[in-house]
T-cell receptor, first 115, second 114 residues
Framework: NAGVMQNPRHLVRRRGQEARLRCSPM?????VYWYRQLPEEGLKFMVY????????ESGMPKERFSAEFPKEGPSILRIQQVVRGDSAAYFC?????????????FGNGTRLTVT | DAKTTQPNSMESNEEEPVHLPCNHS???????IHWYRQLPSQGPEYVIH???SNVNNRMASLAIAEDRKSSTLILHRATLRDAAVYYC???????????????FGRGTQLTVWP
């Protein structure tokens, strides 16, 4: 049973370009979460999605960032007009349902470098 | 978010037990105590969680104080593969949209010596 798959593993973008990060949750999981980890810091929550719905986007910057989890296909975190401060590791996690019996399963992240 | 306090770092020798402490004096009645760990260049990995009673699984044990203001993650025999950052997290299971919002903090960097 494959775990949470994120791609690409590494992504380099110039300032002003767009970055698209993909996350395929574990089979049977309908809840997806995105976290960001800046160098030498802990993970920070960004957004929580269920299929076709954004449940909580309180941790996501209001501008340039968007996320979706369509009925078919992976979840996408999109960053428009990237800046150097967006350089970080972005982790996706999934769970089959809400509640304490559903720990989050994390992927190995996409490391975004903005030059 | 309810906060936790952990030591920045701890060290252990291989095959010795490790006790990783966590203080959470402001814990509420609906908060579960979760532990995750993060190995270098990897995503966090779930370790264990509990509410009031001590818990055991194949990876570790979780000892929870009677007043729930602190807990201890116990690795019974540390291996080199256990070297990681360990995060103690309070998760409000009261429901609602905040379920996905785990507060990771800085965690404890565990070094295991051969």
């Amino acid at each position: 049973n494959a775990g949470v798959m994120q791609n690409p593993r590494h992504l380099v973008r110039r300032r002003g370009q767009e970055a698209r990060l993909r996350c395929s949750p574990m089979k049977g999981h309908s809840h997806v979460y995105w976290y960001r980890q800046l160098p030498e810091e802990g993970l920070k929550f960004m957004v929580y999605l269920q299929k076709e719905n954004i449940i909580d986007e309180s941790g996501m910057p209001k501008e340039r960032f968007s996320a979706e989890f369509p009925k078919e296909g992976p979840s996408i975190l999109r960053i428009q007009q990237v800046v150097r401060g967006d350089s970080a590791a972005y982790f996706c996690a999934s769970s089959p349902r809400e509640g304490q019996s559903s720990p989050l399963h994390f992927g190995n992240g996409t490391r975004l470098t903005v030059t | 978010d309810a906060k936790t306090t952990q030591p920045n770092s701890m060290e252990s020798n291989e095959e010795e037990p490790v006790h990783l402490p966590c203080n959470h004096s402001t814990i509420s009645g609906t908060d579960y105590i979760h532990w995750y760990r993060q190995l270098p260049s990897q995503g966090p990995e779930y370790v264990i969680h509990g509410l009031t009673s001590n818990v055991n699984n194949r990876m570790a044990s979780l000892a929870i104080a009677e007043d729930r203001k602190s807990s201890t993650l116990i690795l019974h025999r540390a291996t080199l593969r256990d070297a990681a950052v360990y995060y103690c997290i309070l998760r409000d299971e009261g429901g609602g949209s905040t379920l996905g919002r785990l507060y990771f903090g800085r965690g404890t960097q565990l070094t295991v010596w051969p």
